[in-house]
């Protein structure tokens, strides 16, 4: 079966410190999605990349796909105590319909 | 309705319990998910449904858990016989369409099986 696998695990970094996040996938992705999930709460969205070599920034925060469409990376500028939380990478499998499975997470420390 | 909705926030059962979780999707909303996730894991893939039809059920980690949605709209998780290793967080999502669009998720239901 298809499956995500994310690096790193865990990671703290320094309040203004960049980070960089990866999702990967032995299989080209249909609709790659990043998800931020505070402790005990739900997912919320982030970005949605369908198109190889897209590019999407929101505020501080910019995710690619890259050509192949198997491998996505989430990279975080100058980073705030806002950041912290686990980042997870989704994407589509084809099933009858569509359904999203997910990676395990980063889990992201950032100290002030 | 606002968001997606999910009860009882918390639940607490023995073991050998029946238990029902429940999911109130966004209205409209066609796509149906639900995952488990345990402590310190990503969403785990349970089932999901297109209106009332469920189109994959293969996450289900056995027979003992069912889902159903039989209006297209409302869904509800069952567990019977709860054991120990149910104790997770069971997350619920919806989209309005069949595939290639952001889910909306719910904020879980935590269930410890003592």
């Known amino acids: 079966s298809q499956e995500l696998e994310q690096s790193p695990q865990s990671l703290i970094v320094q309040e203004g410190k960049n980070l960089t996040i990866n999702c990967t996938s032995s299989?080209?992705?249909?609709?790659l999605y990043w998800y931020k999930q505070k402790y005990g709460e739900g997912l919320i969205f982030l970005m949605m990349?369908?198109?190889?070599?897209e590019e999407k920034s929101h505020e501080k925060i910019t995710a690619k796909l890259d050509e192949k469409k198997q491998q996505s990376s989430l990279h975080i500028t100058a980073s705030q105590p806002s950041h912290a939380g686990i980042y997870l990478c989704?994407?589509?499998?084809?099933?009858?319909?569509?359904?999203?499975?997910f990676g395990a997470g980063t889990r992201l420390f950032v100290k002030a | 309705g606002a968001g997606v909705s999910q009860s009882p926030r918390y639940k607490v059962a023995k073991r050998g319990q029946d238990v029902a979780l429940r999911c109130d999707p966004i209205?409209?909303?066609?796509?149906l998910f639900w995952y488990q996730q345990a402590l310190g894991q990503g969403p785990e893939f349970l089932t999901y449904?297109?209106?009332?039809?469920?189109?994959?059920k293969s996450g289900l980690p056995s027979d003992r858990f069912f889902a159903e949605r039989p209006e297209g709209s409302v869904s509800t998780l069952k567990i019977q016989r709860t054991q120990q290793e149910d104790s997770a967080v069971y997350l619920c999502?919806?989209?309005?369409?069949?595939?290639?669009?952001?889910?909306?998720f719910g904020s879980g239901t935590q269930l410890s099986v003592l």
């Open positions: 299989k080209t992705l249909y609709g």
């Open positions: 449904f297109q209106n009332e039809a469920q189109l994959d």
């Open positions: 989704g994407a589509d499998v084809a099933t009858g319909g569509f359904k999203t499975i």
């Open positions: 999502a919806s989209r309005p369409g069949m595939g290639n669009e952001k889910l909306f």
């Open positions: 990349l369908q198109k190889g070599g």
């Open positions: 209205s409209g909303h066609v796509s």
